[in-house]
Structure formats: structure tokens, C-alpha cells
């Protein structure tokens, strides 16, 4: 068997890179979120600025057989990268996992990479025991962190979106709530680039260790056009100051594929503004928004909080989000490299 880097250009090579991706994350996982095959050859074949995506697949004769990417920030948190290795099912226990694996970590080492994350999501009842965990502890990965995955269904029809906003608000004035689709107004990305880059050192994150991120408003605008073309909307709704700052976000995605899913990505207020009931306002007037965009194929909007972050799991709980899996998150902390001196 051999381990070698992903052919991008071969189109039925990415085509099976995809398939055992998709087969991999699906198995026994009835919530998974998964990439469409257009989203992920531009996800993949692109490049961005701010992050590297190093793919490779395992061989097996003439048949792809494995494959995985490590998905490596380049201009902030260097230290940091985050592993997918894939196999299909019905190809497990060959060591075709721990194969890719150790090739996705031999390139993240090359590249002085000192903290490697692998997250995965299995069923409350075998947190202690799933084989996704033995594999990532076989491997030398420690439980880190642990978010819990929850969905919303769709249409909200048994919690009163308006009542839950107008409760909200004698709490915030001086601040107004706003919902855009891409791209976001010039006049506040800075804020909101401000307040992007704080969501990885903001979270409860474990054992994991963050730096602030470099989020720019020239990189929102590669990603909105990355977004546009991949064919997914996304709908961020805003807190913002009289004085015209954003202070908090909260972001939902409908992808292009991924039926029956809308996926939650990030919610945050930044620190200073915290205490004024932003969060409420902004997942409320998210899904109250989110219901005129979207036909009754979408049926469930994903979420995923750790599970030490009391106060957005209670923010989704009110709004009628339910935990269906685990979604931990194993760290492999390498030795910091020694630099190396001229003779």
C-alpha cells in the first residue's frame, strides 16, 4: 500500500477522495455535516490565503483505497493543525487509517507543526469506549476538549421567536440587531473582523491552546467570493453600537448539498459587551431570518458547543437545539523543534 499526496487535477481520483470522505463521516452518524464534491474541489484546489489543506490518499494496486486531510492555519496559530483520516467500513482494522494518519503527521511535522487535533462524533453511551477513541489513543491523542453536537428542527414552530427577541431587548439598547447575507456592508468588517478573531481564545477550548486570530477584511472578501461560488449563503446576524461596531456575530451557512442541514458556525459577543442578552438576539433573529431563505427541504439547523460553555448551551436549549453526539477533540502535543544552527 502506498500513502502519496491527492492528484488534484485527476477528477475521479477527487471524486473517490470525496466518496470515502463522505462514507467515513456518515457511518453511524446520522447529524454528520458533510462537504458536496463542487464544494470540496474548490475547497481543495484553491488557494487561501489563510489556510493550507495538505491531502493525501492511500493506494492500494489501482484503487484508492484511504484518505485524509490536515488543515493547517498559515497565518496565525502555526502551531495548530487539524487531521481527517478517512476509511471506508468496510475497510477498517487494515491499518489503512493509522497509515494515513502517520503520513498526515509526518507533513505536519515538516512543517514545525507542535499541536495536532483530531475531532470526531460518536453516541453519548460509548464517550468512554467508541473506536474512534481507541483509534486516536492507539495513536498517541489525548482527550482534549469535548463539544456536544445539537440540532435545531425546522420550521420553529414550538418556541415563539419574537417573544424571545422582545425579551431580549430592554436588556441592549444602545445596540441594534441586524441580518446580512454576503457580503457584509465595507463600513463594518473591521469590527467584525475584530470580533472574528477573538472566537478561538473567547471559546472554552480544553486542553487546546489558542492565539488570536488574523482575519482581514480583504480575506472576508476572498472567502465571500469562495462562498458565492461554492454555491453556499451565509447568513450573519450582527450586534452592533449605536456608534456603528460590531460587538457579536452569529453565522449560518446553507450549504449547496448537505440536505437536510443548516450549519451554525460561530456565535460570539465580545467580552466588553457580554451581560446585555446579545446572544439571545442574535440566534432568535438568525432563525427567524434563516425561515425566508430556505425551503422545507432543510429541515434541522447543526450546532456544536463545548460542553463546559454553560451559557451558549443554555441560549440553545431555550431555543429548543437537542444533544444528539458527542464531538470530542484528541490532541497529539509534539516536542517544540529545535532550531537547527549553521556550520
Known amino acids: ?153 425546522l420550521p420553529v414552530e414550538d418556541i415563539d421567536l419574537d417573544a424571545l427577541m422582545a425579551q431580549a431587548a430592554p436588556h441592549h439598547r444602545g445596540y441594534r440587531i441586524e441580518t446580512f447575507d454576503d457580503p457584509i456592508p465595507e463600513a463594518l468588517l473591521p469590527s467584525l473582523c475584530a470580533a472574528y478573531n477573538r472566537l478561538a481564545v473567547d471559546a472554552p477550548g480544553g486542553d487546546l491552546e489558542f492565539e488570536p486570530e488574523s482575519l482581514t477584511p480583504e480575506l472576508v472578501r476572498v472567502h465571500e467570493d469562495q462562498r458565492r461560488r461554492q454555491g453556499r449563503r451565509k447568513v450573519s446576524t450582527l450586534a452592533i453600537t449605536d456608534a456603528g461596531e460590531v460587538v457579536g456575530y452569529s453565522d449560518l451557512v446553507i450549504p449547496p448539498e448537505d440536505l437536510p442541514n443548516v450549519w451554525q458556525w460561530g456565535t460570539l459577543v465580545t467580552a466588553e459587551h457580554r451581560g446585555h442578552h446579545l446572544g439571545m438576539a442574535m440566534k432568535a433573529r438568525g432563525l427567524r431570518e434563516l425561515a425566508a431563505r430556505i425551503g422545507p427541504e432543510r429541515t434541522r439547523v447543526v450546532t456544536c458547543n463545548a460542553e463546559q460553555n454553560g451559557y451558549m448551551v443554555s441560549i440553545n436549549e431555550r431555543l429548543g437545539f437537542r444533544a444528539v453526539e458527542v464531538a470530542p477533540a484528541f490532541l497529539l502535543r509534539l516536542p517544540v523543534p529545535t532550531a537547527v544552527s549553521g556550520p
Request: aromatic share 8%.
Open 1 to 153: 500500500m502506498e500513502i502519496r499526496r491527492l492528484n488534484l487535477a485527476d477528477e475521479a481520483e477527487l471524486a473517490r477522495f470525496h466518496a470515502i470522505g463522505e462514507s467515513a463521516e456518515r457511518f453511524e452518524r446520522p447529524y454528520a455535516t458533510t462537504w458536496g464534491l463542487d464544494e470540496m474541489r474548490i475547497e481543495l484546489t484553491e488557494v487561501d490565503p489563510s489556510e493550507r489543506k495538505d491531502c493525501v490518499v492511500a493506494v492500494d494496486g489501482e484503487e484508492v483505497v484511504g484518505a485524509g486531510i490536515a488543515f493547517s492555519a498559515t497565518n496565525d496559530n502555526t502551531h495548530l493543525s487539524w487531521l481527517m483520516p478517512w476509511v471506508e467500513p468496510h475497510r477498517r482494522r487494515r491499518g489503512i487509517g493509522s497509515a494515513v494518519l502517520a503520513e498526515l503527521m509526518a507533513i505536519c511535522r515538516a512543517d514545525r507543526r507542535t499541536d495536532l487535533v483530531l475531532e470526531t462524533g460518536y453516541p453519548f453511551e460509548r464517550r468512554d469506549d467508541h473506536p474512534y477513541r481507541q483509534f486516536a489513543e492507539k495513536n498517541g491523542f489525548v482527550l482534549a476538549n469535548t463539544e456536544i453536537v445539537r440540532v435545531r428542527t
